[in-house]
């Protein structure tokens, strides 16, 4: 029986086969989607070799996927990504100019 090492070491992130971080439990969660998916159809009475490709074309796609997105943005890159997607174009202020090259005066002034 074949050993797989799972994790390389103390404080790095889980990695098999290549996956790294996210992509593991996007791989793991896709897979577990698709069974359940082709269980369904193949219990609503869809053709069995219809059920049988969909299953074969789709986890093809997501392996792919799945190797790609790990290559291209590795280990932190998605959450990079989602990070840059969430940060404003511009930001928008709404003061007068004339008040942005004012300074503010004290509170306190006026008691001394």
């Known amino acids: 029986m074949a050993e797989y090492s799972i994790n390389k070491g103390i404080g790095r992130s889980v990695e098999f086969k290549g996956l ?24 609503t009475g869809i053709n069995q070799w219809f059920c049988i490709g969909f299953g074969l074309v789709s986890t093809s796609v997501l392996v792919w996927s799945t190797f790609t997105l790990n290559a291209r943005y ?9 990070a840059v ?15 942005l090259f004012t300074t503010k005066k004290e509170k306190n002034e006026k008691y001394t």
């Open 74 to 82: 590795g280990e932190h890159g998605l959450m990079k990504l989602r």
């Open 20 to 43: 790294k971080a996210q992509y593991l439990f996007i791989f793991a969660g896709g897979l577990l989607l698709l069974f359940i998916l082709f269980v369904i159809l193949y219990m």
């Open 85 to 99: 997607k969430n940060h404003p174009r511009y930001i928008i202020n709404r003061c007068r100019i004339f008040r």
